[in-house]
């Protein structure tokens, strides 16, 4: 009979206890959001790598000076850590992500532009869009910090997923 009682209690405790928290669910962005977030910096690594080195072939460039121009837009990817801190300063995150990705956006199209310009004008314009693109990966990954834990493996492979 006591365990019959038992077995009875157990049982209704499993049947009314709550599932769901009494608290408001914590808000939070879908984690595929930042797929499309780090798109910036991807964007800018592919024009850096890719796309310019190949047009200014195409324009009758020399490839040292292709190489030049290249690795000179590509410093800013070795000296992220020096501005990377602005994403947290002054602003909110996502004021930053946005600066920061329209000046990629602006410092891309003037370089598109400027392919048969100036060259230094052109690679100015590519190291800005590349320390923007870089500041644009680090307020990403300020964010993903605000992402709650049990959310934060699968956020950071769309992350991944966003800079392919």
């Known amino acids: ?95 930053w992500l946005l600066l920061a990705a329209l000046g990629t956006g602006l410092a891309a199209a003037g370089a598109i532009l400027n392919i048969q310009g100036s060259k230094v004008v052109l690679t100015a314009l590519l190291f800005l869009m590349n320390a923007c693109g870089g500041l644009v990966s680090s307020t990403c990954g300020a964010l993903l910090t605000a992402m709650p834990v049990a959310l934060r493996g699968r956020s950071s492979g769309w992350y991944q997923g966003g800079n392919m």
């Open 1 to 95: 009979m006591v365990s019959e009682s038992r077995f009875l209690v157990v049982h209704l405790a499993i049947l009314t206890a709550q599932t769901e928290s009494s608290q408001p669910a914590e808000r939070h962005n879908a984690p595929a959001l930042f797929a499309v977030l780090v798109l910036p910096y991807a964007f800018a690594n592919g024009v850096t790598t890719l796309l310019m080195p190949y047009l200014l072939r195409k324009n009758g460039m020399a490839v040292d000076q292709i190489a030049t121009i290249v690795a000179t837009a590509l410093l800013p990817s070795v000296w992220n850590f020096l501005w990377s801190p602005l994403a947290d300063a002054g602003l909110r995150r996502r004021s």
